[in-house]
């Protein structure tokens, strides 16, 4: 029975003082109060804020026309431009469900996300058209809606779709009166995991946590009102780290880019003003890496890392290079970046080398995360806060995914006793911070003994002929298994395999060490994340 107080006496909800949270409120808001503010910049196109609303207000109006709504899935397959950025609003304005697809996959991976999704409409970018032919041709779906968008600064790509992007605009009114979702926990978005070892995952977002895990990036990162944003994460992924939504309650401008190379994103942060950006630490290794001459912005910038913990070494030189580093962790289960490495204001007094160590720690959970524990996966009983200790990362909060699409048995394997697992191993810190070490299955066992991938990284990337690193456990008859090293060069540099492995005996423990060093380049994600299940593979064959 449901115990009352006098506080709920005739104190009910109602539509005065109970919303549901949404993001779809803030471009609402915005469009309103600096309808004549940037809202959009991309080569040769510049939009207010008024007009980005207009358009998303179109596509709404033309998905409904069409007979899309609540529960219907909106699949995009595009890079980081402008009509991507829109369907973050106008897809889910219509009550259907955005699915932003890796533009790295192959046919048959988009094929299954489409048939899995049960995408009704299909907008595409020409930079992707002859993969997503194929693709619609593999999933069989001759019902689907394919829109082509035409991006005149793009050259190359074919008409596959009964329609244009601006065609399907044409038909929508730029009046339509959209809703709010009836309920906060309704559906906004569907994200894949990689699939790496079998099918993807059809992660679910609802409202509440996109709206609740955008106003949390701002407060992490302390952004000032109308920032210049610069998207060289992919927004794909994790729908941009919710970035998209960030951007509208921000009032700020989603500076677009199609391709993630070092000059035109130095170009953009100098032209355009940028302030803040976000990117995989191999983003910013590359950037540090770039020639110096490149480097000739004069005003503050900001940049957000997470993926594959960032060495302290990339962290050093990207502020060496006058860009503030802030670390966040978390998976595409939860919203992108969950958990923030905060900084203290006594840590600025540290030499950089300390510096750097303390901020590649993962941290403390964001303010949309209520809770975060380090603990035995099996009985779930925290681990002592030592920062030696490892156990596997758990979260709950509101920015934690519905569950997996179609997945029952992967939703409650992932959802134990009142947490998210997240299969992420790792130390708690006497103040509290955690500190990766490790996915579960890159730890490396050696004659017992548990090495973490991660140090032995951190280590390689303190060599100055070092650009990337990876480590995995390579099969060995007495030990079980080693550590095995694989390393991308800096332009102009060598290396032997002798020499590596001396440089890091001289600064790990012998057994942490490489037995094995492989040159050459490493397979990589669109974000930037080493692929080591390739890495382990070829590890088993030599």
Same mark, same amino acid.
């Given at each position: 029975?449901?115990?009352?107080?006098?506080?709920?006496?005739?104190?009910?909800?109602?539509?005065?003082?109970?919303?549901?949270?949404?993001?779809?409120?803030?471009?609402?808001?915005?469009?309103?109060?600096?309808?004549?503010?940037?809202?959009?910049?991309?080569?040769?196109?510049?939009?207010?804020?008024?007009?980005?609303?207009?358009?998303?207000?179109?596509? &709404?109006? =033309? !998905?409904?026309?069409?007979?899309?709504?609540? #529960? $219907?899935?909106?699949? *995009? /397959?595009?890079?980081?431009?402008?009509?991507?950025?829109?369907?973050?609003?106008?897809?889910?304005?219509?009550?259907?469900?955005?699915?932003?697809?890796?533009?790295?996959?192959?046919?048959?991976?988009?094929?299954?996300?489409?048939?899995?999704?049960?995408?009704?409409?299909?907008?595409?970018?020409?930079?992707?058209?002859?993969?997503?032919?194929?693709?619609?041709?593999?999933?069989?779906?001759?019902?689907?809606?394919?829109?082509?968008?035409?991006?005149?600064?793009?050259?190359?790509?074919?008409?596959?779709?009964?329609?244009?992007?601006?065609?399907?605009?044409?038909?929508?009114?730029?009046?339509?009166?959209?809703?709010?979702?009836?309920?906060?926990?309704? &559906?906004? =978005? !569907?994200?894949?995991?990689?699939?790496?070892? #079998? $099918?993807?995952?059809? *992660? /679910?977002?609802?409202?509440?946590?996109?709206?609740?895990?955008?106003?949390?990036?701002?407060?992490?990162?302390?952004?000032?009102?109308?920032?210049?944003?610069?998207?060289?994460?992919?927004?794909?992924?994790?729908?941009?780290?919710?970035?998209?939504?960030?951007?509208?309650?921000?009032?700020?401008?989603?500076?677009?880019?199609?391709?993630?190379?070092?000059?035109?994103?130095?170009?953009?942060?100098?032209?355009?003003?940028?302030?803040?950006?976000?990117?995989?630490?191999?983003?910013?290794?590359?950037?540090?890496?770039?020639?110096?001459?490149?480097?000739?912005?004069?005003?503050?910038?900001?940049?957000?890392?997470?993926?594959?913990?960032?060495?302290?070494?990339?962290?050093?030189?990207?502020?060496?290079?006058?860009?503030?580093?802030?670390?966040?962790?978390?998976?595409?289960?939860?919203?992108?970046?969950?958990?923030?490495?905060?900084?203290?204001?006594?840590?600025?007094?540290?030499?950089?080398?300390?510096?750097?160590?303390?901020?590649?720690?993962?941290?403390?959970?964001?303010?949309?995360?209520?809770?975060?524990?380090?603990?035995?996966?099996?009985?779930?009983?925290?681990?002592?806060?030592?920062?030696?200790?490892?156990?596997?990362?758990?979260?709950?909060?509101?920015?934690?995914?519905?569950?997996?699409?179609?997945?029952?048995?992967?939703?409650?394997?992932?959802?134990?006793?009142?947490?998210?697992?997240?299969?992420?191993?790792?130390?708690?810190?006497?103040?509290?911070?955690?500190?990766?070490?490790?996915?579960?299955?890159?730890?490396?066992?050696?004659?017992?003994?548990?090495?973490?991938?991660?140090?032995?990284?951190?280590?390689?990337?303190?060599?100055?002929?070092?650009?990337?690193?990876?480590?995995?456990?390579?099969?060995?008859?007495?030990?079980?298994?080693?550590?095995?090293?694989?390393?991308?060069?800096?332009?102009?540099?060598?290396?032997?395999?002798?020499?590596?492995?001396?440089?890091?005996?001289?600064?790990?423990?012998?057994?942490?060490?490489?037995?094995?060093?492989?040159?050459?380049?490493?397979?990589?994600?669109?974000?930037?994340?080493?692929?080591?299940?390739?890495?382990?593979?070829?590890?088993?064959?030599?």
């Amino acid at each position: 029975m449901v115990e009352h107080t006098i506080f709920d006496y005739a104190l009910d909800r109602s539509p005065a003082n109970h919303v549901p949270l949404s993001p779809l409120s803030f471009i609402q808001r915005t469009a309103a109060i600096y309808p004549d503010y940037p809202a959009v910049s991309y080569n040769g196109v510049r939009r207010t804020w008024a007009e980005t609303y207009d358009r998303t207000r179109r596509l &709404a109006s =033309a !998905l409904a026309g069409r007979g899309i709504g609540k #529960g $219907d899935t909106v699949a *995009v /397959v595009a890079a980081n431009i402008p009509e991507m950025f829109e369907a973050h609003f106008g897809v889910p304005m219509a009550g259907a469900v955005l699915n932003a697809i890796n533009t790295r996959l192959d046919a048959e991976g988009i094929a299954f996300i489409l048939k899995h999704g049960e995408a009704k409409v299909l907008i595409v970018d020409p930079e992707f058209s002859d993969v997503v032919e194929r693709a619609v041709r593999i999933a069989h779906a001759p019902d689907l809606l394919v829109v082509d968008v035409l991006d005149s600064s793009f050259e190359g790509g074919q008409r596959i779709g009964r329609l244009t992007y601006d065609g399907l605009l044409a038909e929508g009114d730029p009046g339509f009166g959209w809703v709010m979702p009836d309920d906060e926990w309704d &559906a906004i =978005a !569907l994200n894949y995991t990689s699939g790496t070892t #079998g $099918d993807p995952k059809g *992660v /679910v977002y609802h409202h509440r946590g996109a709206a609740l895990n955008a106003l949390s990036n701002i407060v992490t990162w302390g952004m000032g009102h109308h920032a210049r944003y610069l998207w060289t994460l992919p927004m794909f992924h994790c729908n941009g780290w919710c970035f998209p939504w960030t951007i509208a309650a921000n009032a700020g401008v989603a500076v677009c880019l199609r391709a993630v190379r070092a000059e035109p994103i130095f170009q953009l942060i100098r032209d355009e003003k940028v302030t803040h950006f976000c990117g995989a630490p191999i983003v910013l290794n590359m950037l540090a890496s770039a020639p110096d001459h490149l480097k000739d912005f004069d005003h503050e910038v900001k940049v957000m890392t997470a993926g594959a913990p960032p060495p302290a070494k990339v962290i050093e030189a990207m502020e060496d290079m006058g860009v503030e580093v802030t670390h966040v962790y978390g998976l595409t289960e939860t919203y992108g970046p969950s958990v923030v490495c905060a900084w203290k204001g006594e840590w600025d007094s540290r030499n950089q080398g300390e510096r750097a160590r303390l901020k590649v720690r993962q941290g403390v959970p964001n303010i949309a995360l209520s809770e975060m524990m380090v603990a035995d996966p099996e009985t779930l009983e925290p681990v002592p806060a030592d920062g030696t200790t490892m156990g596997e990362v758990f979260m709950r909060g509101n920015n934690v995914m519905k569950g997996y699409l179609k997945n029952p048995s992967s939703t409650e394997k992932a959802f134990r006793g009142g947490w998210f697992a997240s299969g992420d191993l790792g130390v708690m810190h006497p103040d509290g911070y955690v500190e990766l070490k490790d996915r579960s299955k890159d730890i490396i066992i050696s004659g017992g003994e548990n090495i973490s991938s991660i140090e032995v990284e951190d280590v390689l990337y303190r060599h100055p002929a070092v650009m990337v690193a990876a480590v995995v456990a390579k099969p060995d008859e007495k030990w079980g298994e080693t550590p095995c090293a694989f390393i991308e060069l800096r332009d102009g540099t060598t290396a032997e395999e002798a020499e590596i492995i001396a440089f890091c005996r001289d600064n790990l423990a012998h057994y942490k060490c490489p037995r094995k060093v492989v040159f050459g380049e490493l397979p990589k994600t669109p974000t930037g994340k080493i692929q080591k299940f390739m890495l382990r593979a070829r590890a088993k064959e030599m």
